[in-house]
């Protein structure tokens, strides 16, 4: 008996600073492990980007579903614990998406001599040792991992070793390629439509690591999606956390770090004040150290990258959703298409391409279906959407649907008196959601310029803040916020040790 009043008068009291994902993971691995965790989330939904909500009868998933490391990997505990796949399946899609360049088309199949054919058969004469290269480099991320076991901040010498053994071509490719932007290694194609499909994928400004990860991930099998929404994988890890006694506080933003002797004593939110021997930090960085953290509290390592928005500039997305009326009975694809109208821009970003996806496997309340249109937006574009007044912000954004609604028709006549529109989210609501530059993306740390060992998941100014905000896998979206969530969790164990 008295051994358990001694554990539970030391049971250490958490506090988390967001529920997004990555927030929400950390939160449940502390609270398997003993402690008492508190989740503090701003908005009134948990999930931060990966939420959804209802709006004129139709589900607005602001997460595209694809999962990668599903099936078996690194993260594959992960999301075996939080719950990811409770109720829903994984949908194996015998294709990834379907790139249009004018009249022709790529088909990212899965099987990976077919998709070779494919691109070999389209290429011109000067391509076909180039393209030799980019199906090797593909074949070289096969054996580059998802996650480590470790954070790099706490990785030792051994460490690094075991981690080189077990992946040494692809952390080869890997180190030659991270300083390499899409824009530049798209350059090297002369065949217009090979050009314009590595172009399409992502952002032009990131690094081509991402792009050859996600592309070998799904030829290995390994990068699916799941037939339910983003709330119900929200609800799934929600139940989790309430089931281990873990306590979630909504509708409440922290405005104030109360700091004492290099520490956090207490954090003051808009309507109550929280006290914790730990706190952590699922903010995004930038956020936190504009508008919680005094410069002197700074670190030092991290700050100069962090606010390197020309070189490290941030990801967003400008996304408009449509309900497609029950009664359309032609049948879409589930590909997930990208598409380059000719004299296209949203506003200033680089990659012009449109992304049209179709959810057949969630239904909306009216039995309607939703198709959601993705362009990739940056940092200038951010700040274009910022800087207009409310009427023009308005204006441009039904301009821009509305010309999409005309490319979307052009690609599927038959849709015409079939959609209907229903929202439209801009990196200036995206921001104002979840206090990031698009969430998914997760700003800068894709990058061609970024040194991940710069960053660090714990703050060398204040001894009791963990940072769970810090993506360090290079595929971005779930598998970033999971694994951010995890370092941060394992974090609090190395100081509790140490100290």
């Not at 790099?152 to 080189?164: G, Q, T, V």
């Not at 359309?328 to 109208?341: E, G």
């Amino acid at each position: 008996m008295y051994h358990i009043i001694v554990v539970i008068m030391d049971k250490k009291k958490i506090i988390v600073i967001g529920g997004g994902l990555s927030g929400l993971t950390a939160s449940y691995l502390l609270l398997k492990s003993g402690f008492d965790v508190t989740i503090i989330e701003k908005n009134a939904n948990l999930g931060g980007f990966c939420t959804t909500y209802l709006k004129n009868d139709a589900y607005i998933d602001t997460c595209i579903h694809y999962l990668v490391g599903c099936k078996k990997s690194e993260l594959t505990s992960l999301y075996n614990q939080l719950g990811f796949f409770d109720n829903n399946e994984i949908i194996h899609f015998p294709y990834f998406y379907r790139f249009h360049y004018f009249d022709k088309k790529i088909d990212i199949l899965r099987d990976f001599n077919s998709f070779k054919d494919e691109i070999n058969s389209l290429s011109l004469k000067e391509d076909k040792l180039k393209l030799k290269k980019f199906f090797k480099d593909i074949k070289a991320f096969y054996h580059f991992p998802i996650k480590t076991d470790k954070a790099m901040p706490r990785m030792n010498i051994l460490d690094y070793i075991n981690l080189l053994l077990k992946n040494f071509s692809g952390i080869k490719a890997y180190m030659k390629y991270k300083k390499v932007s899409i824009d530049e290694y798209a350059s090297r194609f002369k065949t217009p439509i090979i050009n314009n499909f590595i172009r399409s994928m992502m952002p032009n400004e990131v690094s081509i690591v991402p792009f050859l990860g996600l592309l070998s991930s799904f030829f290995k099998g390994n990068a699916d999606t799941i037939s339910v929404s983003s709330k119900e994988v929200i609800e799934n890890i929600k139940k989790r956390i309430l089931n281990l006694g873990g306590k979630i506080i909504l509708n409440e933003e922290i405005i104030k770090f109360n700091i004492a002797d290099n520490k956090i004593a207490s954090i003051k939110s808009n309507k109550n004040e929280y006290k914790g021997d730990y706190y952590i930090s699922a903010l995004p960085l930038t956020y936190l150290y504009s508008n919680l953290l005094k410069k002197e509290y700074h670190d030092e390592e991290i700050i100069q990258t962090l606010f390197d928005y020309k070189n490290n500039t941030p990801l967003s997305a400008f996304l408009v959703y449509y309900k497609i009326k029950p009664s359309y009975n032609s049948q879409l694809s589930d590909y997930f298409i990208k598409y380059i109208p000719e004299g296209f821009t949203c506003i200033t970003s680089t990659n012009k391409s449109i992304g049209f996806k179709y959810y057949s496997n969630i239904i909306n309340k009216d039995n309607s279906h939703t198709l959601v249109c993705i362009i990739d937006q940056n940092y200038d574009d951010y700040l274009k959407w910022k800087s207009m007044k409310e009427d023009e912000y308005n204006k441009t954004k039904i301009e821009i649907s509305n010309r999409i609604e005309k490319e979307l028709l052009s690609l599927i006549p038959d849709l015409k008196n079939n959609i209907e529109l229903v929202e439209v989210l801009t990196p200036k609501s995206l921001y104002e959601y979840t206090y990031n530059f698009g969430g998914c993306y997760m700003a800068n740390l894709m990058s061609k310029t970024t040194n991940k060992n710069d960053y660090k998941y714990s703050s060398s100014k204040i001894k009791n803040l963990i940072y769970s905000s810090i993506w360090m896998t290079n595929l971005g979206g779930i598998p970033s916020a999971l694994t951010s969530g995890e370092f941060a969790y394992k974090e609090l164990l190395y100081k509790l040790k140490k100290d």
